[in-house]
């Protein structure tokens, strides 16, 4: 805050030869004053203006200027945790600023029988930053020992305090300790045995449903087979890469999914069981004894299938797998596919 310095009247008095007024009505019995009394007042007042102005110059040297800021402290803690005793152990505490820097300093007297362990969390921090000290110390009986922190925090520019004191402070015995940690050992084992118990319940479950979703696949392959046994022999699909991608699309959840509605439903399962045994798709197949495709069962688009997807994506890769493809014919195995997509990804992986 800005202190402003003294600043001295424009007239104190009236000029020589003038007479001074009372600025208020005159009685009438009060006379003016005389013009030789003006006179000697004002002679005095011109020897005292050396002093005076050299008094005026002192104060608004000293008294115009900016206060000094200085570093304040709140302490987290009261005064009369400066000394406290802790299942026997006596700690001293105090936090004296030296140097410019905050310290916390600790004496411990372990007064018990046995060996103590005393955990501190000391913290100091201001509205910019804060600074945390962690400190586990073993005391003998009848040891005495001190610690001593000092932090980097300072008050900053607009002169905020400094927050410091203790954000923990534990006593315990060794074997309060080794009891603790015991404690805590068979709680971690407990959540990992309850964990790996709630896994194996879901794997078993997911087992099962598939072992389900496979039985209920067989049955439909097996009516499949003998109302096809009983019709007319169904035309040969032809590979399609276009449908290729498609499935691939769908698999990984494209929205909107592709629409499949032009393709047949012998034909999806024709692709579908290339994918599964080129390894891009995870899932299952059941076959008629001419090798034709039944039924499929899909899990989920492989990390193989993904990158694969990922490559056709771009416009020149997939002009390259469409000429490939088209060198097969109408037909190609699981093992040319499994190729054609292997040679794209790792050329895309050597690329980057």
């Known amino acids: 805050m800005r202190r402003r310095g003294i600043e001295p009247s424009k007239a104190p008095f009236p000029a020589p030869g ?9 009685h009438p019995l009060v006379l003016p004053i005389a013009l030789e009394s003006i006179d000697q007042m004002n002679r005095s ?3 005292m203006k050396p002093s005076l102005s050299a008094c005026i110059a002192i104060l608004l040297f000293f008294g115009s200027g900016p206060a000094t800021p200085v570093l304040l402290a709140q302490r987290v803690e009261s005064q009369k945790d400066k000394s406290v005793t802790i299942h026997g152990v006596e700690i001293k505490k105090d936090a004296p600023n030296i140097g410019g820097n905050w310290h916390y300093q600790m004496d411990l007297i372990n007064r018990t029988n046995e060996t103590m362990v005393v955990d501190v969390e000391v913290r100091f921090a201001n ?13 003998d009986p009848g040891q005495s020992a ?6 980097k925090v300072h008050g900053t520019r607009n002169n905020t305090l400094v927050l410091y004191g203790l954000k923990k402070l534990l006593v315990r015995s060794t074997r309060q300790v080794a009891e603790q940690k015991q404690f805590e050992a068979e709680r971690l084992n407990r959540e990992f045995a309850q964990k790996a118990a709630a896994d194996y319940a879901r794997q078993q479950k997911a087992t099962e449903e598939w072992r389900k979703q496979m039985l209920e696949l ?3 392959n097996r009516r499949a087979s003998q109302l096809k046994a009983n019709s007319a022999p169904a035309e040969p699909v032809r590979f399609n890469i276009e449908l290729v991608k498609l499935l691939l699309l769908d698999m990984e959840g494209q929205k909107p999914r592709p629409d499949l509605g032009g393709f047949p439903k012998p034909t999806q399962n024709y692709h579908w069981a290339l994918l599964i045994e080129a390894g891009l798709v995870d899932g299952a197949t059941i076959k008629s004894p001419d090798g034709s495709v039944n039924s499929v069962m899909l899990k989920k688009i492989t990390s193989q299938g993904r990158s694969f997807l990922t490559a056709v994506k771009n416009d020149k890769n997939w002009q390259q797998v469409i000429e490939k493809t088209a060198l097969e014919g109408d037909k190609i ?3 040319r596919l499994k190729e054609i997509a292997t040679t794209l990804t790792d050329a895309g992986a050597t690329a980057k």
């Open 18 to 26: 003038r007479t001074f007024m009372m600025n208020r009505p005159t």
């Open 218 to 220: 067989a049955e439909g």
């Open 146 to 151: 001190n610690r001593d922190w000092v932090s």
């Open 127 to 139: 509205d910019e930053i804060s600074e945390t000290f962690e400190d586990s110390i073993s005391l």
């Open 333 to 335: 195995s699981s093992a």
């Open 45 to 47: 007042i011109t020897r």
